[in-house]
């Protein structure tokens, strides 16, 4: 648990080290640890079929939501021909299908700690913001100082 908000309990807090200085990205990635709360306080709500019931609204809302960021994320890149576009949307793919992979199972009856999946989410949105998403903000602040992109 990181700490509480309102009487409610966080397992991640936004911290201006996340930020990658892009107004729009950042708002979105304060959005995902938002979602990532939500999921993680639904864990910790009544019996195990409210817990269930919560768990899964919480899940769409965060899948939704990771689709929306990514693709606003990826047609960014796009349109200033982000060299690592490729790369960047394979490691989306990827954490789109294990989520979904997951909940799935979850859905089927899996021996299933929500917990651990809200962890395992909190540790890739903060791990690919701090690796992958900065790469691409280097890139932009680069293009901006070189007066290749606009909005100094």
Known sequence: MKGEEGG???????????????????????????????????????????????FMKAVKSVVDYV??????????????????????????????????????????GWKFAPNSFVRFLRDWILSHIAMEDTKYARYIQDLKKNGRLGGR
């Open 8 to 54: 409610e309990l966080l397992i991640v807090e936004w911290e201006d080290k996340y930020a990658v200085g892009i107004p729009l990205i950042d708002g979105q990635h304060k959005e995902l640890i938002e979602h990532t709360n939500k999921l993680y306080q639904g864990c910790m709500v009544g019996d195990e079929e409210a817990k269930k019931a919560y």
């Open 67 to 108: 689709n929306y960021h990514f693709s606003a994320e990826e047609k960014m890149l796009e349109n200033i021909k982000y060299p690592g576009l490729a790369e960047h949307k394979k490691q989306h793919e990827s954490f789109v299908k294990k989520l979904l992979d997951d909940v799935k199972g979850y859905e089927e």
